[in-house]
């Protein structure tokens, strides 16, 4: 097999609390940076939007008016319109308005801030749910007396999506975007595809599987990362508003788009290794076994 | 005729004396010299050899491969160390061992991995 990395380049830059890296054919050099320009741009603007730790957000401002209608961008609306969409298709499993249950688990201030202590009391957990209450015609958007909306591992996906697109209209061949785990292909990859480790969720620094991605997006979701105690972690489980305990401590998803990936993550750790009977992904368990519905690379070693 | 005994040497009363000291000087020295030759305890900062401490890390994964739902540009290679090789039909499973190392003998040509997904 070819290293894909032989002939490509990397820019790493942090944003939305996590190391997001460009990588990317960079033949055109000039074509590489105006990508990872362009890249770093569309991050800052999303987060800028989409961050509910930054007071300044549209994502707080609309928080702040739950119970009355707020006017949004269109990037917002469209966000909005895919989570409420996809919390249709998943039967609530994928629910954006987990706010208020994964502040009472814990995750009411930045991360870094949490890592060292800083939090405020746990409050029991209450079932979320209240999706379809939302409603949004055209740029209105109404969000329920006391429910706020939580976009931060689908905002991410879909900042994803919108970067490589952007990267590989700037020159380069294929790029691809990661944001913390969260990595989508555009463009036609060296073949066979771009080698992707996949983190063992007890240690970062062992590989437990390597996958060869071609196209398409994956997304990892995992109860051991962003974990501040016992059984407190920010993936919730909008039917009892607790974090999620389904023997999943890991699920790593692959779909076209990363949005779709970021949800169907969250989807598989949810509902538990029978997320194996309709979607693709590779699940790590608390009872340490891997399980996984992609196929293998056969290609015997020369 | 007989014969009478001989008569006992008595000591000195001053070499009395000095054997008193002496006898007396060795039980009150006893005790210390005893102590003074028993082993001592071990203490945490007497300069012994430094303590070894030994951390066994050792992380068992079996791998389940399911029946895929559909084609998808997306496969695997199994890293994890240890043998493993790839199913042969598409409901197999393989156990393994790795240790904390990411490297480890794979049946099938692994890509270098270039970027990594590992959750947030």
């Known amino acids: 097999m070819r290293s894909p990395a032989s002939a490509s380049g990397h820019h790493t830059f942090r944003a939305m609390g996590t190391d997001v890296t460009l990588l990317a054919d960079a033949d055109d050099v000039d074509g590489f940076r105006s990508a990872a320009e362009r890249v770093e741009r569309i991050f800052v603007r999303e987060e800028l939007r989409f961050s509910r730790f930054r007071p300044e957000s549209e994502l707080s401002r609309v928080n702040a008016r739950a119970g009355r209608t707020t006017s949004v961008s269109s990037g917002f609306a469209t966000l909005v319109a895919f989570a409420l969409e996809a919390a249709r298709r998943t039967r609530g499993r994928f629910d954006p308005t987990v706010l208020d249950a994964v502040m009472a688990a814990g995750y009411d201030r930045d991360f870094d801030e949490l890592l060292v202590g800083a939090r405020g009391a746990l409050r029991p957990p209450r079932p979320c749910g209240r999706w379809p209450e939302v409603t949004l015609h055209g740029g209105e958007l109404r969000l329920p007396d006391g429910v706020g909306l939580d976009l931060g591992g689908v905002a991410k996906g879909w900042t994803v999506d919108l970067a490589a697109d952007a990267a590989v209209r700037s020159g380069p061949r294929w790029a691809v975007v990661n944001a913390g785990g969260d990595l989508r292909i555009v463009g036609t990859p060296p073949s066979p595809g771009i080698g992707v480790a996949v983190e063992d969720p007890d240690d970062r620094e062992t590989e437990i599987l390597r996958l060869v991605l071609g196209s398409g997006a994956l997304a990892t979701s995992s109860t051991t990362r962003r974990a501040w105690g016992a059984g407190l972690h920010h993936l919730i489980d909008p039917s009892t508003g607790a974090p999620a305990s389904s023997g999943v401590i890991q699920a790593t998803t692959w779909a076209a788009t990363c949005a779709d990936a970021e949800v169907a993550s969250k989807e598989a750790l949810l509902e538990g290794e029978r997320a194996l009977d309709h979607l693709p992904a590779v699940l790590v368990t608390d009872d340490g076994c891997i399980a996984t519905n992609l196929g293998a690379e056969v290609e015997v070693a020369a | ?120």
Do not use: C, N
């Not at chain 2, 005729?1 to 008569?7: F, K, L, Q, S, Y």
């Not at chain 2, 480890?104 to 947030?120: M, W």
């Open chain 2, 1 to 120: 005729m007989t014969d009478t005994p001989a008569r006992r040497r008595r000591l000195s009363r001053r070499a009395l004396r000095a054997l008193a000291w002496v006898a007396g000087g060795l039980a009150f020295a006893s005790p210390f010299a005893a102590l003074t030759a028993a082993p001592r305890p071990a203490t945490a900062g007497d300069g012994a050899s430094p303590r070894r401490v030994i951390i066994v890390r050792k992380i068992t994964r079996r791998i389940v491969v399911h029946p895929a739902p559909e084609p998808l540009p997306v496969r695997y290679v199994y890293v994890g160390g240890g043998s493993s090789s790839a199913p042969s039909s598409p409901s197999t499973s393989s156990s393994s061992s790795s240790s904390s190392s990411s490297t480890g003998s794979s049946a099938v040509a692994a890509a270098p991995a270039s970027t990594s997904t590992g959750g947030s």
